[in-house]
């Protein structure tokens, strides 16, 4: 069965530029998450999506981040001026949210973001 | 505001010995705590779960520890394999809401 999958793996890209990074969770999942990890901060929570409604996006850092799930099978993140304070990774992750509770949470691999 | 926090950065442990993380939370809503491990490229993946109800779970050489009163769990690696060298982070939920991690714990198993 296929993970959660995204894509651009690595992306290098100048200030000011924008930059798209994509994510196609586990189908069935209904809960979806992007995250960004700095070393100051760890896994910083930027956005919850649950069935495709944004729930929770007071972790995007400010206006220059946005994000997007059309569908329950891609979702977008994306930085428009792109900053080199924006260079991390960035995880997207997928569960599937019951009465009962959360769930385990399945990462993709992650896109490394460099700004120059 | 970090609310659940990893304070050692890092940890080096001899092959076969005892590995203890420790994370500490301050929102005592947490009700639910996971440990996740990562490794370099890769994305984190489930380790262990505790729920509040419990003090301890155990899952083969992995055990985690709550201790609600002091709002601080840790993870038992017994015995540590060199295998077992990644990033812990630790995470917390308050009902059924979302995940906060902390900023983990880079763990290096020597030979």
């Known amino acids: 069965d296929a993970g959660v999958i995204q894509s651009p793996r690595h992306e290098v890209t100048e200030m000011g530029q924008e930059v798209t990074l994509r994510c196609k969770p586990i189908?069935?999942?209904?809960?979806l998450f992007w995250y960004r990890q700095t070393m100051m901060r760890g896994l910083e929570l930027l956005i919850y999506?649950?069935?495709?409604?944004?729930?929770?996006d007071s972790g995007m850092p400010e206006d220059r981040f946005s994000a997007k799930m059309p569908n329950a099978s891609f979702s977008t993140l994306k930085i428009q001026p792109s900053e080199p304070r924006d260079s991390a990774v960035y995880f997207c992750?997928?569960?599937?949210?019951?009465?009962?509770?959360?769930?385990?949470?399945?990462f993709g691999e992650g896109s490394r973001l460099t700004v120059l | 505001d970090q609310q659940v926090k990893q304070n050692s950065p890092s940890l080096s442990v001899q092959e076969g010995r005892i590995s203890i993380l420790n994370c500490d939370y301050t929102n005592s809503m947490f009700d639910y705590f996971l440990w996740y491990k990562k490794y370099p490229a890769e994305g984190p993946t489930f380790l262990i779960s505790?729920?509040?109800?419990?003090d301890k779970n155990e899952d083969g050489r992995f055990t985690v520890f709550l201790n609600k009163s002091a709002k601080h769990l840790s993870l038992h690696i017994v015995p540590s394999q060199p295998g077992d060298s990644a990033v812990y982070f630790c995470a917390a939920s308050s009902g059924t809401y979302k995940y906060i991690f902390g900023t983990g714990t880079r763990l290096k198993v020597l030979a």
């Open positions: 505790i729920s509040s109800i419990k």
């Open positions: 189908s069935g999942h209904n809960s």
């Open positions: 992750a997928s569960s599937l949210r019951l009465a009962g509770g959360l769930g385990e949470l399945f």
């Open positions: 999506f649950n069935n495709n409604v944004p729930i929770d």
